[in-house]
Each structure stands twice: as C-alpha cells, then as structure tokens.
C-alpha cells in the first residue's frame, strides 16, 4: 500500500505542476499575461451573454433565483474582471507579479467554471425538450469558447474544461436519452481535438516566446558588445556621446549642472615607440581597469580611441570638484604598470575639462571647449588639470587673431632669425650659434615663437616656416666664415613630414653650405609623435653629414631610449635643471650624471639657460663644458654676430687654446 499511495502523490504532484503557470519562467509567465489581458475580458464577455440568453429562455417554466438573480450576480462578476484585466498595467508587472496573477486566473477560473456548470445543470429539470438542449448546446459552446480564449494559459483551460466535461458528460449520458447521449459523445470529441490544438498552440507559444527571448538578449548583448571598446572594455566613443546627451537633457529640466573631462595619457606614445604595440594595448588594459574602478553612479567613463579618455562628471559643479577628480585620476596612474615580466612603464596624464552649462550647452560645444583645455594642459602644463574658463577663451580668441594673422601674413618679410651663441666654458670661445624663429606681425606686431609656434603647428602652417626660416638660415651660414656651425630646430611636424624633410634636402643642396657645418635640433616631443619616421628622417639628415642634437634632455619619458636608438652627436640638458641648480643637491646631481653620460658616450653635451656667473661657476665645478644663455649673450640679429664674435675674441685673447686644443674642441661638440 504505501508504494501505490506515494506513486499516486508524485503521480498528483506532477500533474499539479503541469497545470501550475510556468513558475521557472517569469519571462514567459509575462509574455502569457499580456496575451491574456486581451482575450480574458472577451472569455467573460460571451460567457455572460451566453448566459443570459439561456435564462431568458427559461424565464417562463424556471424559478426567479436562477433566471433573474444568478444571471445579475453573473452579470456583475463578469463585469469586475473585465474591468480588472482592462486596466492592468503590464508594464507595471515583473515576471514574479505575472506569475502571482497567472495563479489567481487560474482560481478564478476554476470557481467560476463550476459555479456556471452548477447553474446549467440546475436549469436542465425546466422546460420542454428543446430548452433542455439549450443547456446541453450552452454548456458545450461555452467550453470551446473557454479553450480557444485560455490558449495560453494551458492549466485553466484543461481545468475548466475538466469542471465542464466530466459532470456534462455524467450528468447527459445518465439521463438515458439517445439523442442527449450522442451529442456527449461529439461535445467530448470536439473538445478532445480542441485540448490537442490548444497545447499544440501552447508549446508553439511558448517555442516562441523562447526564441524572442533568445533573440533580444543576443540583440541585448549586441548592443551591449556595439557599446563597450573590445580592449578596455569601458564604454566607448558612441556610448560617452549618448551619455552625454541624456545628461545635458535631463540637466536641461532640473537645472543641474556636470562637468565634461577628458583624460590624455602622457607619454603613451613612448610605451609603443619603445616596447611595442602589444605592450601599449596591455598598458590601455591595465590603465581602463584602474579608471573602471573609479567609475560610478556619478561618474560615467570611457574611452574615446586611442590613449584618450572621457569622463561625465554627473555632480561636478565647481571647478574645485574638477580638480579634485583629476587629482584622483592622476594619483590612480602613477604607480608604475606592468607591460611583461620585469618590465614596467610609468606615465602620467593630462586633463581638460569643460563645465555645464557654464561653458557649453551642446555636447558638441562641451566636447569642443574640453578639447581645448586639454591642448591647453599638454603644451603648457603637462600632467596637470585645466577647466575651460573665460581665461582661457580669452586665449582662444588671442590664438584665433594670432591664426588669422600667421594665414594672411607674407611670412617671407615678416619672419626672421635670432642667434644665440654656444660657448666653451674653459676658453670663452662661441662654437655655434643656434637659430631662433622671430615673427614681427604687421598687424600685431613682435609674436613670441612660444606663442606662435604651436599655433602654426595646431592650424598646419609650420611647414611653410619651417622651410621660409631654414633657408634664412642657410643664407647666414653662407656669410658666416667657417668652420662656425648653426644649430636650427625641427618641430614635431617637420620630423614627422616626407614632404617638409625633402623640401629641407633640397634647400640644403640648393645652397650649397656643407651639412658639417648644421645641427639640426629635435626634441622629445617630435619623437613621441612617430618615431619611426622620426628616426627614419634623423638617419636620413646624419647621412648628409649633418649633426643631430636632442633638446631639453632630462624633462621627457625616456630620453635614455632615445640616446640609444637614435645616437645624437650633441644632447641639450634642458633650462629648468639649471634655474634650480642653486636651490638644492637634486639638480646639480641630475645635471653631473648626465654630464658624466655625455662623456662616457662620447656625445657632445651644452646646458642651456645659464643667466649667472654664479650659475655658470657651479657648472664648471660639476664637469660642464659648453653652454647657453644670457649671461653671455641674447639672441642677436645677424648683422651682430661679427661684432659679437670680435668682442668675444678679445676678451679671451689671454687664455687662447693651442691648435691641438681646438681641434679637440671641434671633435667633441
């Protein structure tokens, strides 16, 4: 017994469940509801029509309670779920609320089957024959109607046609009658075919419902994948400007106000120049997961390309805010990365940042006045952070004059050459003078090249001076007497330009001025940008026999890299080391260990910037051999280089090198 009685109890736990709406499929549980919603109220409403046309048929031979009260309380029931299934909220309801819902239609549906079936069966005593089957065809009618609208929900529909079906079928073949008995057995048939349809259908729907399922979360992952950059796994370009719209539409409405940054790694350019490309993506990974984990509900990150960053400052409304989130971000970069096995990289970053709505109302002004304070930020304080201000689009519009000019300038008149001489510590004589760009405007009159240079750079007009101000230098070179050498300075887009670098060949052989006697002087800058064509340009100018010199050595990322790969004949240690070299130990230190590299390489070394006998007297005690600065001259007009170099000859008449000692001195430098 007891083996037969838990068989029974599996036996009923299974078919419970088989009924039960699908409790481990809320997605399908909703997907069923919202089908349900619409056919529901029909269900009621040819169940109570149904209803009242077969009490008015026995209005006459059947008692008031079944023909009059049972149909208005018929009437009022069917109403209130009509009502109830009209005004759900499907948007309203999870899968954990469809399934509660699905529960009480299932129970609803079950009470109300009987209480129907136990109302027609209780009209069947009145009336003549044909009211009789008018209840039999009532109650058949209703079933199929009750299948074909609870299609979807497959446990109420075998329900109620379980509650209609077995009494039906008991009650109609008890009474004897032939023709009531036939009609049994095609009501049971009809309803048969239409239970092997219904869950046929059911199966279809729920295949389908799977499949939609299916679909959208591979359209959802899509979507998702479209949003995210495949290295960083940040959001990517597309995702920040769409952020950035919702934010400045809903800022619009609440009146709030965010900040737009974006983030330039420093030095990046290196890492690839120097390990690889592949290392250069490890270090994007690595620099992603550090700015992820900072990223939340009001901070918003991504990468734009390349080693670019943006970040939506949600709350932001101060320029202290700003400074305090470039704070934490640079702070979060600088422990050093991990690129191999023993190999690390250091870099730093840089941040320009615009406010909402303060400097911008459009995603594009904000983008726009970021960018700038970001170029703002890299050529004049690297590593630091700079918010968009009225400072700074007073600058923006000195900058755009300053364009206007350099564009409708004759540059060939208008620019010209300063000299700064290069001297020997020990005997006081000028070995080369280096050339520097000067720029009188007619509209503007004299123009730093601090100021213009990078202008000319960022608006693409570098090339023509470049090659206006080289062949001015030429000229001076051809009247200058030789051996006397010239150094000339390469921007970062004329070391990176075939075209600008063969226009230089050719001014070159043009004039016919020996490249012995030119230095061509790159800084670090122009390598970063790419330095295997910069390399490739370096190679070609040091095979016409000219010299190469890298400038403001001891500032940028990897300047020993450089001296390495590219083998300068002169390094330039950068002015800063010796505006601090009186202050403390840390500069005369840095500037003795390159002084003693210098002369380990056999490469020739001059420190610029020194404006003090006091300073000069500290560089000689450290090794220093040649040097710049004003303490021995400004830069001069060409016409004031002989009467410079006559004066400088005098004063150091008493303590004239050998032969033997200037030669040497030509050697190294």
């Known amino acids: 017994m007891p083996a037969p009685a838990t068989s029974r109890l599996a036996w009923l736990k299974t078919l419970g469940a088989w009924l039960a709406p699908p409790a481990g499929d809320p997605e399908l549980a909703h997907a069923q509801l919202g089908v349900l919603a619409r056919q529901i109220p029909l269900l009621f409403i040819i169940l109570n029509a149904s209803a009242l046309v077969l009490a ?51 129970v609803s549906v079950a009470i109300l089957g009987a209480v129907f079936t136990a109302w027609a069966l209780a009209l069947f005593p009145y009336g003549d024959a044909y009211a009789r089957c008018h209840v039999a065809f009532y109650m058949a009618i209703t079933v199929i109607s009750c299948i074909l609208c609870l299609t ?62 299916v679909t959208q979360r591979l359209s959802d992952e899509n ?48 890492v690839n120049d120097i390990y690889g490309h592949a290392a250069g993506d490890r270090l994007l990974q690595q620099v992603g997961q550090r700015l992820a984990s900072i990223a939340a509900e009001k901070i918003f990150i991504a990468r734009l390309g390349g080693d670019e960053f943006g970040a939506i400052l949600k709350t932001a409304s101060d320029e202290a805010a700003i400074t305090t989130f470039g704070t934490r971000v640079k702070t979060l970069l600088e422990p050093a990365f991990t690129l191999s096995p023993g190999c690390l990289a250091s870099i730093g970053c840089s941040i320009g940042a615009a406010r909402y709505p303060q400097t911008g109302q459009t995603a594009e002004q904000l983008f726009e006045r ?52 290069i001297v020997e510590i020990e005997t006081g004589q000028t070995i080369a003078f280096e050339s520097l760009a000067r720029w009188n405007s007619q509209t503007l009159g004299p123009v730093s090249p601090a100021v ?89 100018l040091k095979h016409l026999g000219a010299r190469i010199a890298l400038d403001d050595f001891g500032v940028g990322f990897s300047s020993l890299g450089y001296v390495q790969r590219l083998k300068p004949d002169r390094i330039k240690i950068d002015r800063s080391f010796v505006t601090a070299i009186e202050d403390g130990d840390t500069a005369p230190s840095i500037i003795r260990a390159i002084v003693d590299l210098c002369r380990h390489l056999d490469v020739g070394c ?27 001259s400004k830069p001069l007009p060409f016409a004031a280089i002989a009467p410079y170099l006559a004066a400088a000859a005098a004063a150091a008449a008493p303590a004239l090198p050998t032969p033997s000692q200037r030669r040497r001195t030509m050697l190294t430098s």
């Not at 009531?180 to 729920?206: E, K, P, R, S």
């Not at 970001?374 to 304080?381: I, R």
């Open 152 to 213: 979807h929900l497959r446990g109420a529909a075998l329900l109620l046609t379980a509650i209609v079906v077995i009494p039906f079928t008991i009650f109609f073949v008890g009474t004897g009658n032939p023709v009531l008995i036939g009609m049994t057995i095609n009501f049971v048939l009809v309803a048969a075919g239409l239970i092997v349809l219904m869950l046929h259908n059911y199966d279809d729907f729920a295949g389908r419902v799977g499949l939609q399922r």
């Open 223 to 270: 979507f998702r994948l479209a949003q995210l950059d495949s290295l960083t796994l940040l959001p990517n370009r597309g995702r920040f400007f769409a952020e950035l719209d919702g934010m400045i539409t809903a800022a619009g409405q609440s009146g709030a106000a965010f900040a737009v940054a974006i983030i330039d790694l420093d030095r990046f350019k290196a």
């Open 370 to 421: 970021a960018d700038y304070a970001l170029y703002d930020a890299k050529q004049f304080h690297p590593g630091t952070t700079i918010v968009f201000s009225q400072k700074l689009e007073t600058r923006i519009r000195q900058s755009s004059r300053i364009e206007q000019a350099l564009r409708t300038a004759d540059l060939e008149a208008e620019l010209s050459l300063a000299f700064q001489p």
């Open 452 to 540: 213009f240079i990078p202008i000319a750079e960022h608006c693409q007009l570098i090339s023509p001076i470049t090659k206006i101000l080289f062949a001015k230098m030429l000229g001076a070179v051809s009247a200058c007497p030789a051996p006397m050498r010239f150094g000339f300075n390469l921007s970062a887009h004329d070391i990176c330009s075939r075209e600008t670098m063969a226009d230089i060949h050719a001014l070159i052989q043009q004039s016919g001025v020996s490249c012995a006697r030119l230095t061509f002087e790159i800084t670090e800058g122009a390598l970063l940008q790419d330095f295997d064509l910069a390399a490739e340009m370096i190679d070609s």
């Open 606 to 632: 001059v420190i610029e910037g020194v404006e003090t006998a006091s300073q000069l007297a500290i560089l000689r005690g450290l090794g220093a051999r040649f040097v710049q600065g004003y303490h021995f």
């Open 56 to 106: 008015a048929t026995h209005l006459r031979c059947a008692p008031a309670f079944l023909t009059i009260v049972m149909p208005c309380l018929f009437c009022v029931a069917c109403a209130l779920r009509v009502r109830y299934w009209r005004r759900l909220d499907l948007a309203a309801i999870d899968g954990p609320g469809a399934l509660a819902r699905m529960k009480t239609t299932l």
